[in-house]
Each structure stands twice: as C-alpha cells, then as structure tokens.
T-cell receptor, first 116, second 109 residues
C-alpha cells in the first residue's frame, strides 16, 4: 500500500515550458486534489476531483489543467510555466467530502518546482 | 473573506508543554483539522474537531470553541521530534478546506 505517489520530486523549468506532475493513489479514494504551498501562506487549492470524470477549480486554478480518467490518477498540467508558479506542489486524497466524518487528507511527498 | 490566523513561530523547551492557537473566520463551519508538517515533508493528520470541547490523543490534545472561532493544539512532554510546522485548517460551508499559514515550532534542549 503505497498511499499517494507524486512524481517528480524536483523539477526546473524555463518560462513557457509545459510539464505534467503525476499523482497516483492506491487507496480507492474518491476525492483527489492539488495544492500549492508558498512561504508564509497557507496551502492553496488548485483543482480537485470528487470522482473519475469529474474535476473542478479551486482557489488558484489559472495556468493549470487537470483530468481524472481513472480513480487512481490525477495529473496536474502546467500549460506555459511562469516564475509565479515556482512552488511546492502537493497532491492529496481522501475518501470523500462528506460532512459526517473527518475525511482526513493523505498527502503525497510533494514536488518542488522552480520556473526560471 | 475567509481567514485563519496562527502565530508564525513558537519556541519551547524539551519536556515542556506548548499551546498553539488558531482563530478563524470562515463561511460556515464543518470541522477543524490540525496537521503536522516536518520540514521538506508532507503534512500528516493530527486531529479533528467538529464539536466544542477537548479531544485528547496521547501527548496531543485539540480544543474547539465554535462560538469564539477558536481552537488550540496542546502538545505535552515535548520531544525534539515535535519540531515541525503545525497547520490549522477549517472546512467551510462548501466542504472546502481553508488553511492557515502554519506555526513553526522550535524545540530547544
């Protein structure tokens, strides 16, 4: 049981390049999400998905695309990288968003992206 | 707007007790979470409060007062491994998590 697996751990891009951050979970979680973490700020939600074929925007979606073709995978695509996208990215999953339980998020190890 | 406030940094001594406060103003309330994040690592779940009162889990306890928009995380018998950032998050009326910037806790011998 690997939990949430993110790749790559580190990436350096030039402005304008595109790339995909991979995220996979083996816990059969319905809910998956992408956050970015910047110094002095709380985690900010980029995009999320409540099940295969369903995605929605979070707080800071501009410049990012997602898709959810399977329950397990939730890749994040940077279309044309900008220096403002330099950050640490976390993928996180949970059983759902039901208000009846804690629905604890399980996070991947993080991907540190630098855009020059 | 929605806001979560926590102290930026705290220092405590090994073996002592420390209380990390969190105040929040959100659109609705569907639970409050505390996560621990060691430097360079992912956040991991510590506690969840949805009703007023104290939840105890070993050396860690978390308190919630919904009327005051206030929570605290209490860490007892501090160990060096407790040096980490502690993140407070509130689930709002849309069941989205609003995160504080985190409190960096430094433990000194």
């Amino acid at each position: 049981n690997a939990g949430v697996t993110q790749t790559p751990k580190f990436q350096v891009l030039k402005t304008g390049q595109s790339m995909t951050l991979q995220c996979a979970q083996d816990m059969n979680h319905e809910y998956m999400s992408w956050y970015r973490q910047d110094p002095g700020m709380g985690l900010r939600l980029i995009h999320y998905s409540v099940g295969a074929g369903i995605t929605d925007q979070g707080e800071v979606p501009n410049g990012y695309n997602v898709s959810r073709s399977t329950t397990e995978d939730f890749p994040l695509r940077l279309l044309s990288a900008a220096p403002s996208q330099t950050s640490v990215y976390f993928c996180a999953s949970s059983y759902g968003q039901s208000p009846s339980g804690a629905n604890v998020l399980t996070f991947g190890a993080g991907s540190r992206l630098t855009v020059l | 707007g929605q806001n979560i406030d926590q102290p930026t940094e705290m220092t405590a001594t090994e073996g002592a007790i420390v209380q990390i406060n969190c105040t929040y103003q959100t659109s609705g309330f569907n639970g409050l979470f505390w996560y621990q994040q060691h430097a360079g690592e992912a956040p991991t779940f510590l506690s969840y409060n949805v009703l007023d009162g104290l939840e105890e889990k070993g050396r860690f306890s978390s308190f919630l007062s919904r009327s005051k928009g206030y929570s605290y995380l209490l860490l007892k018998e501090l160990q060096m491994k407790d040096s980490a950032s502690y993140l407070c998050a509130v689930r709002d009326s849309n069941y989205q998590l609003i995160w504080g910037a985190g409190t960096k806790l430094i433990i000194k011998p």
